[in-house]
């Protein structure tokens, strides 16, 4: 009896130690998968996005590179030198020059020989050299840009551009031209009108200087 018992106990270990073991060999193994069901390693699911970025971006670039043309300067033309001034507003131009001129003239007019006349320059002669002088530093050089443009761009592909900056220069050009015609008539008008004023006030100077020695004699 006592050894029908024992052998019971050991039969129900052996039962339970089997099952224990299937258990954990079910959750160890690998899920069922039916036949013909292509499942990727995970070397292959990682390596593939990377892989197929690359490929479109070559692909991109092959096309940029396939469709795009190099493209270059045509047609270089000598710009002319414009005065900004002038194309801005010719008339204001015209004045500041025609003023400039005829003090430049006048002073030359005294300090290249009328003020050697005298053995002590009368005051009001040197003060008319002191105000002409200074317009000589006041406007100073007047300013130019005298470069080349190109007036198109040439592709390989044959496909031609015009260039912005030509189309710009030539509409100022365009201006200039207009506004030239404009500056030269009232420059010269201008010009006799301030160089009479200086002339009448070195005329002035000159009589008050002599009527001074008069005096004095």
């Not at 039962?15 to 292509?38: E, H, I, M, Y």
């Not at 190099?70 to 270089?76: I, L, M, Y």
């Not at 189309?167 to 365009?174: C, G, M, R, S």
Request: aromatic share 8%; with cysteine; net charge negative.
């Amino acid at each position: 009896m006592n050894i029908r018992k024992h052998l019971q106990r050991l039969f129900l270990a052996s039962t339970a130690l089997f099952w224990a073991s299937c258990g954990d060999d079910a959750n160890s193994s690998s899920p069922t998968v039916a036949p013909g069901t292509n499942i990727p390693s995970d070397s292959t699911t990682q390596n593939a996005p990377s892989d197929s970025l690359q490929r479109n971006e070559t692909d991109k670039v092959d096309s940029v590179s396939n469709t795009s043309s190099q493209c270059h300067e045509a047609e270089k033309i000598q710009k002319r030198s414009l005065n900004s001034d002038l194309i801005d507003d010719p008339v204001k131009a015209a004045t500041r020059n025609a003023d400039r001129n005829a003090q430049m003239d006048i002073y030359d007019e005294i300090d290249g020989g009328l003020i050697y006349n005298y053995l002590e320059p009368p005051k009001c002669l040197q003060d008319m050299l002191d105000t002409l002088e200074a317009p000589v530093f006041l406007y100073g050089p007047m300013a130019f840009f005298n470069d080349s443009i190109a007036t198109k761009f040439v592709c390989d592909d044959g496909t031609t551009y015009a260039n912005e900056e030509y189309l710009n220069y030539q509409k100022d050009l365009e201006s200039y031209e207009k506004n030239l015609v404009i500056f030269n008539e009232a420059y010269s008008q201008l010009y006799e009108k301030r160089l009479a004023e200086l002339q009448k006030q070195l005329d002035s100077c000159i009589d008050q200087s002599e009527e001074a020695e008069e005096t004095e004699e």
